[in-house]
């Protein structure tokens, strides 16, 4: 018996939607990343992932990207601004190599 496979991708009205649900409307406007950042880990990340993986979700946002990017406003993230706020092409900037291959 031959098995068949679907892979269902999910629309960006869908995934808006499910965003809202899990509570991750948000004004761009006035908040910040780090604002943004905690939200999501609290929000869609605890719960649905190992405590491991959300443990190394939650360094990274705490040591790399709170520093560099948390006070800037949503509205203002560009690729361009992570970039030069970090000063590598990174958004994760100080990461060595290292500690990117075990995220």
């Known amino acids: ?26 004004d761009a406007e006035n908040l910040t990343v780090g604002e943004y950042l905690d939200k999501w880990l609290s929000g869609s990340v605890r719960g649905t ?32 601004t992570s970039r030069t706020s970090t000063g590598i092409g990174s958004p994760l900037g100080s990461l060595r190599p290292a500690s990117t291959s075990s995220m």
């Open 49 to 80: 992932v190992r405590q491991s993986t959300y443990d190394r979700y939650e360094i990274a946002v705490r040591v790399h990207i709170q520093p560099a990017l948390g006070g800037l406003k949503l509205k203002k993230l560009t690729p361009p």
């Open 1 to 26: 018996m031959i098995q068949k496979y679907v892979t269902v991708i999910p629309c960006q009205s869908t995934k808006a939607m499910a965003d809202r649900d899990d509570g991750l409307v948000f």
